[in-house]
């Protein structure tokens, strides 16, 4: 069975954009789940989507928003990236009922 | 203040070494995860205890669940140097859904 997959694998933005990452999680799961991994905080949660609603939300601004589609692929989206969102951001996802989640590798995204 | 404290923070040893890690919180978890990761790569999941007392094997790796469900240890008899990477502790308050706190890490480095 093929794991979490997220694209792009890596980014390079400047402040003011705005940029958009894909996550396709385990097939069969329904959950996908959004973290922020920077040297500073460590892993912090962002959001977790089931079934195309967001369950879960973490202590971030409104700039941080996300969505999730049918077939249970979620992307997230930063506006107005900033130097402090230069992160590691990874997606999580696992089944209904279950709290254990699978990590994809992640999208490393660096803002100049 | 991290809801979950891991320590400790980073830890260099030789190979034959035991070691153990410890994640404690003064919350109570429905569940408890143990993750290793790579440098630029996603955690991977190594263990997850749900029951108070709960003590589970994976090789050479001895996984505890505090009684009270408030703290866990990761004891690793004999180190090797494949065994170096970040250890994350994470878990699931009760009734949260799947949002996941994680620990700060313990960078472990096994020496040849």
């Known amino acids: 069975k093929a794991g979490v997959t997220q694209t792009p694998r890596y980014l390079i933005k400047t402040r003011g954009q705005q940029v958009t990452l894909s996550c396709s999680p385990i097939?069969?799961?329904?959950?996908v789940s959004w973290y922020q991994q920077t040297p500073g905080q460590g892993l912090q949660f962002l959001f977790e989507y089931f079934s195309e609603t967001q369950r879960n939300k973490g202590n971030f601004p409104g700039r941080f928003s996300g969505r999730q589609f049918s077939n249970s692929r979620s992307e997230m989206n930063v506006s107005t990236l900033e130097l402090g969102d230069s992160a590691l951001y990874l997606c999580a996802s696992s089944l209904v009922g279950t709290e254990t989640q699978y990590f994809g590798p992640g999208t490393r995204l660096l803002v100049l | 203040t991290q809801l979950l404290e891991q320590s400790p923070q980073f830890l260099s040893i030789q190979e034959g070494e035991n070691l153990t890690v410890y994640c404690n919180s003064s919350?109570?978890?429905?569940?408890l995860q143990w993750y290793r990761q790579e440098p630029g790569e996603g955690p991977v999941l190594l263990v997850t205890?749900?029951?108070?007392?709960e003590v589970k094997k994976l090789k050479r790796l001895t996984f505890q669940f505090g009684d009270a469900r408030k703290d866990s240890s990761l004891h690793i008899t004999a180190a090797q140097p494949g065994d170096t990477g970040l250890y994350l502790c994470?878990?699931?308050?009760?009734?949260?859904?799947?949002?996941?706190?994680f620990g700060g890490g313990t960078r472990l480095m096994v020496k040849p």
């Open positions: 097939s069969g799961h329904r959950s």
């Open positions: 205890v749900v029951t108070g007392g």
């Open positions: 994470a878990g699931d308050i009760d009734n949260a859904g799947n949002m996941l706190t």
């Open positions: 919350s109570v978890f429905s569940s």
